[in-house]
Nanobody, 125 residues
């Protein structure tokens, strides 16, 4: 089992920035990829970004490319998401997730094995 805990959400004005962090604990040795998803009200959960834990390979959704940056801290078992130039359409609950799957990229929620509880990000216009 892997436990994930997100932090860093909040309210920000359009054009502003926020940073999210996800701390992993438990049986993290099986982690291949850590990713971020988001879910807005009435919408399906959508992929945001992921990072391969050992190689550091990164993949972004088109909607966030150039604005969001994912990074990892191996010593702390954390993955971070820096979000710049936020827009109201970025408003959602953001979830951290871990996948044991091989392959690249890993874009679908069903490919992830463990999830955090989510953190709310609200961008006002």
């Amino acid at each position: 089992q892997v436990q994930l805990e997100e932090s860093g959400g909040g309210l920000v004005q359009a054009g502003g920035s926020l940073s999210l962090s996800c701390a992993a604990s438990g049986h993290t040795v099986t982690t291949n990829t850590m990713g971020w998803f988001r879910q807005a009200p009435g919408k399906e959960r959508e992929f945001v970004a992921h990072i391969r834990w050992s190689a550091g390979t990164i993949y972004y959704a088109e909607a966030v490319k150039g604005r969001f940056t994912i990074s990892r801290d191996g010593a702390k078992n954390t993955v971070n998401l820096r979000m710049n130039s936020l827009a109201p359409e970025d408003t959602a609950v953001y979830y951290c997730a871990v996948s044991r799957a091989l392959g690249y990229p890993i874009l679908y929620a069903r490919q992830y094995d463990y999830w955090g509880q989510g953190t709310q990000v609200t961008v006002s216009s």
